[in-house]
């Protein structure tokens, strides 16, 4: 058997959905839609948090990290397979797949110690309003988002470098529209087992760490939304919780049926809408949801676009 190191192979060949024929151009046109209306979403939320003085809060400060590297995350992961189609190719160069994989791992990774730490954010804010101002103030919200950068960014080097050190056995074609880290992974014929025990460890550390954290932030959330006697005020807690959960139950559910499945379990096919659903749709529902239950992201919007109306088309 051929062994070949991975750094000779010069470029990649995509199947993506060749096996689905008729399906290749719904595939592209959503796709297409889907990163469209992520860049649009995504930029006017970061241009109102800056522009409106009312959202220079720690909440809106974090929600304009997430909606920067979903812009980042999305962009790696579609723009290639967008391109490809309209060049009526389907390869990569090897440089391009290598920072089209660090980049996904490092935005998904960043996004996973994010949400934990817009978890911690609405504890404070709700279980200690009046000391909110001074716990989460502009120094400690430039600490937590930059930590939160830089292990996703350290973690995907870590990733990216164990899978550049294995040799492939002449095989260069990605069973993937991307290159994923799982679907390059299979084209390694020595052992992984050092490769995949360094992402599982990292997986554990992404993914059920950030995750308990979220469970406790929120079980006292919850326990002290109870006591709260007024219905205005629960209504209220509730709702400046609830867009966060539905983004961390649609984010993590994705990122555990990817990344924490069994091994033996082989759903390459299953992988490839569930990545769709990951880097496209995800990303997408990100500014809709936060905006839609927010009614000072709602006002901002407004107040933008009348003072350009140019935007509202």
């Given at each position: 058997?051929i ?5 000779v192979?010069?470029?990649f ?28 979403g ?14 220079h809060k ?28 309209v ?11 290598v920072?089209?994989?660090?980049f ?23 279980c ?44 260069s074609?990605?069973n ?62 509730f ?41 496209g ?33």
């Open positions: 058997m062994k070949t190191n991975l750094t192979i010069s470029k060949i995509f199947l993506g959905f060749t096996y689905y024929p008729k399906v290749e151009v719904i595939v592209f046109v959503l796709c297409l839609l889907l990163y469209l209306i992520t860049l649009l995504n930029i006017i939320l970061i241009s109102i948090t800056i522009l409106d003085s009312h959202l720690p909440m809106y400060f974090f929600l304009s990290n997430l909606s920067f590297l979903d812009i980042w995350y999305t962009s790696s992961a579609l723009t290639p397979m967008l391109a490809n189609f060049l009526g190719k389907n390869t990569i160069s090897f440089s391009g797949c920072i089209q994989m660090y996904s791992l490092a935005m998904g990774s960043t996004e996973c110690v994010l949400l934990s730490m817009m978890a911690y954010d609405r504890y404070v804010a709700i200690n309003p009046l000391r909110y101002p001074v716990i989460m103030n502009r120094r400690v919200c430039v600490q937590i988002a930059a930590g939160s950068w830089v292990t996703g960014c350290l973690t995907a080097l870590v990733e990216t470098m164990s899978v550049l050190h294995q040799s492939l056995c002449g095989n074609i990605i993937h529209f991307t290159c994923e880290i799982l679907a390059v992974l299979k084209l390694v014929c020595v052992d992984t087992s050092r490769v995949q025990l360094i992402m599982l460890l990292i997986s554990v550390l992404l993914l059920p760490m950030p995750m308990l954290l979220i469970c406790i932030s929120y079980a006292f959330i919850l326990s002290n939304i109870l006591r709260i006697s007024s219905v205005d005020g629960r209504s209220k807690a709702s400046t919780c609830a867009a966060h959960l539905t983004v961390v139950v649609l984010f993590y559910g994705t990122a555990l049926s990817m990344y924490l499945k069994p091994l033996a379990v082989d759903s390459q096919e299953i992988d490839k809408f569930i990545a769709l659903v990951y880097a749709l995800t990303p997408m529902l990100n500014p809709i949801i936060y905006s839609l239950r927010n009614k000072e992201v709602k006002a901002a919007v407004k107040k933008l676009l009348i003072r350009n109306p140019l935007c509202a088309f």
